[in-house]
């Protein structure tokens, strides 16, 4: 299945590197999503991007950085990470950004902070 | 409290056999409800949606009961297949969808 795809799938960095996750979607849909996933906790909305506007930001720490060029692409840049920071990110697409729609998950960027 | 709440398990079940999960949420004005299934080291894929009247998709059951503010999914006949964890998920408001931590199935010979 290639709806969602996202890299690098697996990233190792130190805590002064910079770095950037890769996301893209083929399913024609106009919101994007960032996700956090640690161990035995329940996914963290990060940001949602409707029509390529930022439009959720939840408290997120400025060492994570989003930008969506187009409804089909979203980065997230990182700078200066925490080793608390070592979790799965998930980027999810949805049609329209509404509650009730299914999203489509990418495979997931497994970073790990030294 | 959490807001979606469900036990983490595992839940250890024999092949064929029927098991059931709950899934419990705090806010009333919650409108849309989703089962998630994650295989370990995998994404998220959705289950099923939930309706008012409860939906079923072949071996799958799930049902919504308002009043008491919880979700449920049943599995009959389990297969091996079936081992993975459950995501249970609540839709607050456009592009806010609270998930639960998972529960985790697993499904033996």
């Known amino acids: 299945e290639t709806g969602v795809t996202q890299t690098p799938r697996h990233l190792v960095m130190g805590m002064t590197n910079k770095k950037s996750l890769k996301c893209e979607q083929h399913?024609?849909?106009?919101?994007m999503y960032w996700y956090k996933q640690s161990a035995k906790k329940p996914l963290e909305l990060m940001f949602v991007?409707?029509?390529?506007?930022?439009?959720e930001n939840n408290s997120v720490p400025s060492r994570f950085s989003p930008e969506c060029p187009n409804s089909s692409h979203l980065f997230l840049h990182l700078h200066t990470l925490q080793p608390e920071d070592s979790a799965l990110y998930l980027c999810?697409?949805?049609?329209?950004?509404?509650?009730?729609?299914?999203?489509?998950f990418g495979p997931g960027t497994r970073l790990l902070v030294l | 409290r959490k807001e979606v709440e469900q036990d983490p398990g595992p839940f250890n079940v024999p092949e064929g056999a029927t098991v059931a999960f709950n899934c419990t949420y705090s806010?009333?004005?919650?409108?849309?409800f989703f089962w998630y299934r994650q295989d370990c080291r995998k994404e998220p894929k959705l289950l099923m949606s939930?309706?008012?009247?409860?939906n079923e998709d072949g071996r799958f059951t799930a049902q919504l009961n308002r009043a008491s503010q919880y979700i449920s999914l049943l599995i009959r006949d389990s297969k091996l297949s079936d081992s993975a964890t459950y995501l249970c998920?609540?839709?607050?408001?456009?592009?806010?969808?609270?998930w639960g931590a998972g529960t985790k199935l697993i499904i033996k010979p």
């Open positions: 999810a697409s949805s049609p329209n950004g509404q509650g009730e729609e299914t999203q489509y």
């Open positions: 399913l024609g849909h106009n919101a």
């Open positions: 991007y409707s029509l390529e506007e930022r439009v």
């Open positions: 806010n009333s004005a919650s409108q849309s």
């Open positions: 939930v309706y008012s009247s409860g």
């Open positions: 998920v609540v839709g607050r408001s456009n592009y806010q969808l609270i």
